[in-house]
């Protein structure tokens, strides 16, 4: 029988319920303490963001070390990326919101990769023209959330290939094949795509160090998931004269039916909320979403109901009440029995509405500036 406490976290295979705490251990990762936040708080000079002071971002690597850098003098960038599999759906937006909010407050350089190679080599159902279609898509969505684009930079793999193809020889003849097979635990059918891809992560982790001749260092905010890649640039940084890049993991978003995580490539398509779902359809799936709600009115009135395992309080809690006082309110009200599902879901869906309706003004921008936000050539010959 299997255990039913194991679980697989890797960038390629999410399985069983995840046990944060458990995955601190066995990836040697570091809890993000209430001291890391403080001393963020401090440097932004501001608030911090939802996703830092409600627990979804709850480990890194070396974040100290780069804030105390970035105290002394020495400015850091932002690095996340996106597998353009489909629309993107809510949860992608975590690691966006976060390195806004990055560089809102501190000015700091973003560059994001959008690696429609690694779908296309992953995803054997997909096609090419899906892969750079939704890639393309993908990457306004992003850029529409409010980016600098004086301060912006973008990867997109199978355009970036000359640009990124120089640094990515050096970093590949450092990865043996054994680790890569190891950490991503590749099966012998593979194909050879895989076993190369990474290299193209690391890539955008060295680019400002390699091409300004000096070490500049990294940040990258990423689910938890993603780690395993970044343990690989972080083993070869070294050996190739650059920094270390820092980390900081997220938790993945539940599915909207309770169970799994959001995805865009689960068989069920209700359990993701998609940028590109019209009115009616973010109506239905929150309509039908998984909550912590009792099964009669009488009960919840009498027992409250359940946050921790609601999907949509997940939502409230990443980006839909950006104000600390309404999402207590939220959350207190759902505890006491006050607050009844309905309701509940009709201000989310309204807040949802509101939210989209307002991402696709910003889309119309960002189109604009997307594809020369794309870095096509290298900084030198070779
Ligand atoms: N591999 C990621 C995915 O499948 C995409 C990605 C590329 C990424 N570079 C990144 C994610 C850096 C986080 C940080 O979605």
Redesign the pocket.
């Known amino acids: 029988m299997p255990d039913p406490e194991e679980f697989v976290v890797t960038?390629y295979e999410i399985k069983g319920k995840i046990d944060y705490g458990r995955l601190i251990e066995q990836f040697g990762t570091q809890e993000l303490t209430p001291e890391l936040l403080a001393k963020l708080h401090h440097l932004a000079g501001g608030e911090l963001p939802p996703v830092l002071t409600r627990g979804i971002y709850y480990s890194h690597r070396d974040l100290g070390p780069l804030l105390d850098g970035y105290a002394n003098g020495r400015p850091f960038f932002l690095?996340?990326?996106?597998?353009p599999?489909g629309p993107l759906h809510i949860s992608h937006l975590l690691?966006f919101d976060l390195c806004l909010w990055f560089q809102k407050r501190l000015g700091v350089p973003m560059y994001i990769?959008i690696?429609d190679d690694?779908?296309f080599w992953s995803r054997p159902t997909l096609s090419r023209e899906e892969t750079v279609h939704w890639g393309l898509e993908n990457l306004v969505d992003l850029l529409a959330l409010g980016f600098d684009p004086k301060r912006t930079h973008v990867f997109f793999d199978s355009k970036s290939i000359a640009a990124m193809y120089p640094l990515a020889v050096r970093v590949a003849r450092k990865i043996p094949y054994s680790s890569v097979k190891a950490v991503f635990g590749l099966q012998p059918s593979a194909n050879i795509g895989w076993v190369f891809f990474t290299a193209l992560?690391t890539v955008?982790a060295f680019w400002p160090s390699w091409a300004e001749g000096r070490s500049v260092p990294c940040l990258?905010?990423?689910?938890v998931d993603?780690d395993p890649?970044f343990r690989l640039t972080r083993d070869i940084a070294e050996g190739l004269g650059y920094p270390k890049p820092a980390l900081l993991h997220s938790k993945m978003v539940p599915g909207l039916l309770g169970e799994g995580v959001m995805s865009t490539t689960a068989n069920r398509a209700d359990d993701a909320l998609f940028l590109n779902d019209p009115p009616r359809e973010v109506e239905r799936k929150l309509r039908n979403a998984f909550t912590g709600g009792r099964a009669t009115v009488e009960e919840q009135r009498r027992l409250g109901a359940v946050p921790e395992i609601c999907s949509i309080w997940a939502l409230w809690r990443t980006r839909f009440a950006p104000s600390d006082r309404e999402f207590e309110e939220i959350t207190r009200t759902c505890r006491s029995g006050e607050l009844l599902c309905g309701d509940c879901k009709a201000k989310l869906i309204e807040r949802v509405h509101t939210f989209y309706d307002e991402h696709a003004a910003a889309r119309e921008k960002a189109k604009s500036w997307a594809e020369s936000a794309i870095v096509t050539a290298p900084p030198k010959a070779l």
């Open positions: 960038p690095y996340s990326g996106r597998g599999s690691h990769q690696t690694e779908k992560q955008p990258i905010p990423c689910g993603q890649h």
